[in-house]
């Protein structure tokens, strides 16, 4: 057989193929002492062991069968897949809202790369049309390949270029801007956008997918469907987060820029509202605002863009026994901000306050958030609190310590006196902070307990 039939596969698991005289793309019933599968063979990652044969089930989802089971294969014919999708021209009515599409990467606009084995970012927004038709019937879209990068590498550079190409569109006349982006540090990058793109008469909605295209259970075209709903057909202007509600196809959610956190690593239901409760529900018929006093729509083009930058910041997540060497090796490195998630209220330990005193008297900026998540920093309850503010600590309400952590690196870009930072951070641009947090805005359910389970039982089974 021709190395070329065998795309990755060498070993034991090229051995298997070569006796059985089969190869990469043949559709195939395997017989292995695990039991009987169907599928397509497909191409092994170059960074994967050589025991296993990959097969395609019917269902979509991949699995692998060790080489040393296989008693049998029995060859069906040949059906190479395609994973690229074509790029369709976007047909236009005059009688439907202008949506601007801009993508920057992530799951939502990405393949399946058989050279690895990885998920990489290489749809275009353009192709995203090509597999999700449904557009069409929601608004005239065009698109924008801004970044092709994993969220993790967003940073300084495409935060400020994203801020100015949104207000370049808005400027523009567009009725909505819809924003691809990975789902890791999506809600980092929606906190930025908040601070340098205020008082925006749009909706610009960010959206991702936790589930790559390519899979069955992918969340990518239901997700972008409701965020181009959002910009085209929403009454709610501002930055938000475009993402599934329950872990099912029932409605998606809208979420602040600035309450809005990732609460699970592969849930589709990942992004949750922290400190309040979402912004609205929205599915293929209606959008339901939540909230009364959300930012409305307006027909001017009057936003402001302030994107500015420094990236000398970090956040310290306080843990037991931290040591006062930690804080002053940021400060000798040059960091001119350093958010605290501490714990309680507000605390670190009593061995850190020399070095909090010398960042302090260097001029350092330093906040405190709770690493609890909800809840507010009340530093004035006990002595520790109060000591760490006397060393020049600020607490920072109840914001988030990611939102912080944007905040600050904002607040930094535009000056470094201690006075006017600490009047930027204090001082709300959106929902950062806010007066109180709904009884209903904490809730975290537990499986097994009672009420739950009854719960669960009168609405999902």
């Known amino acids: 057989m021709a190395d070329e039939a065998l795309k990755g596969y060498r070993g034991p698991g090229a051995k298997v193929l070569k006796k059985h005289g089969v190869g990469v793309w043949s559709d195939v019933e395997v017989e292995s002492t695990t039991g009987g599968f169907k599928g397509l063979i497909l191409p092994r990652s170059e960074t994967a062991d050589d025991r296993h044969i990959v097969l395609k089930l019917a269902s979509g989802y991949n699995i692998g069968v060790a080489a040393e089971t ?22 236009f009515d005059p009688g439907k809202p202008n949506v601007k599409l801009i993508g920057t990467g992530g799951t939502i606009a990405s393949r399946l790369d058989y ?3 990885a998920v990489i970012p290489a749809f275009s927004p353009g192709e995203l049309y090509g597999s999700v038709p449904e557009l069409a019937e929601i608004c005239n879209l065009k698109t924008e390949k801004l970044y092709g990068v994993f969220s993790e590498n967003m940073a300084r550079e495409q935060y400020i270029r994203l801020a100015e190409r ?26 930025v956008l908040t601070f340098m793109v205020q008082n925006s008469p749009i909706p610009i909605v960010m959206v991702g997918s936790q589930r790559s295209s390519d899979r069955p259970s992918s969340d990518a075209a239901l997700n972008l469907m409701y965020a181009v709903k959002a910009a085209a057909e929403g009454d709610i202007a501002g930055v938000m987060v475009c993402m599934f509600g329950p872990t099912s196809d029932e409605y998606g959610l809208l979420h602040s820029g600035c309450r809005v956190r990732k609460m699970h690593s592969s849930y589709r239901s990942t992004f949750r509202t922290v400190g309040d409760i979402p912004l609205a529900t929205i599915d293929r018929e209606r959008i339901i605002p939540l909230h009364d006093d959300y930012p409305h729509r ?14 000398k910041v970090t956040i310290l997540y306080y843990y037991p026994g931290m040591r006062a060497d930690l804080v002053d090796a940021i400060v ?36 405190m958030t709770v690493q609890t998540l909800w809840g507010y920093t009340q530093m004035y309850v006990y002595e520790t609190g109060r000591e760490i503010m006397g060393l020049g600590v600020v607490p920072i309400a109840n914001m988030l ?23 930027i951070m204090q001082t709300p641009i959106s929902d950062e902070i806010t ?18 389970q009854d719960f669960l039982r009168s609405t999902h089974r």
């Open 332 to 367: 000798d490195t040059g960091y001119r901000g350093i958010v605290i998630a501490g714990t309680g209220l507000g605390h670190v330990n009593k061995p850190l306050y020399p070095a909090l005193a010398r960042a302090a008297e260097k001029n350092v900026h330093i906040y």
């Open 166 to 191: 949104i207000g370049e569109e808005i400027e523009t006349g567009v009725d909505g801007i819809v924003i691809g982006h990975g789902t890791d540090t999506m809600h980092h990058t929606a906190a």
């Open 70 to 91: 296989i008693t049998g294969i029995t060859e069906h014919g040949r059906r190479e897949a395609h994973y690229k999708i074509p790029e369709k021209e976007f047909p």
């Open 115 to 117: 050279r690895t084995g």
């Open 401 to 423: 310590p990611e939102v912080a952590y944007m905040k600050l690196c904002w607040a930094l870009g535009q000056s470094d006196d201690h006075e006017e930072v600490q009047r």
């Open 298 to 311: 307006r027909d001017d083009r009057g936003v402001k863009i302030n994107a500015v930058y420094n990236d």
């Open 435 to 452: 007066d109180r947090e709904p009884y209903n805005g904490y809730l975290i359910y537990q499986g097994g307990i009672p009420e739950v």
